[in-house]
Nanobody, 126 residues
């Protein structure tokens, strides 16, 4: 079992930055995929940045070059640095994890993740 708790959301103006954190606990297996997903009322939850301890991070096209995912294995914390924010980045952001290893690239689909945090809202005003 893995418990995930997000923090760091809030309101920011377009062009600004926000850093999200996700504290993971409950599992002794630290080498698992983790990622950030976001959802709005009119869209399905989408993967935006995912990482594990072995492979290159993956980013959704919409955030590549603006967002950076990182993982502190000593503290079991996942981060998402969000720069150059746009109004369309407004969403509920979720941290997720899976203990399953998927061949190939780190999975970006929400369906491959089975542990979820409660979400943190990020609102970007233009």
């Amino acid at each position: 079992q893995v418990q995930l708790v997000e923090s760091g959301g809030g309101s920011v103006q377009a062009g600004g930055s926000v850093r999200l954190s996700c504290a993971a606990s409950g599992s002794t297996q630290i080498d698992y995929c983790m990622g950030w997903f976001r959802q709005t009322a009119d869209k399905e939850r989408e993967g935006i940045a995912v990482v594990d301890n072995e492979r290159e991070p993956r980013y959704a096209d919409a955030v590549r070059g603006r967002f950076t995912i990182s993982k502190d294995n000593d503290k079991n914390i996942l981060y998402l640095q969000m720069d150059s924010l746009k109004a369309e980045d407004t969403a509920m952001y979720y941290c997720a994890a899976t203990l399953t290893y998927y061949e190939g690239r780190v999975p970006l689909s929400q369906h491959e993740y089975n542990y979820w945090g409660q979400g943190t809202q990020v609102t970007v005003s233009s």
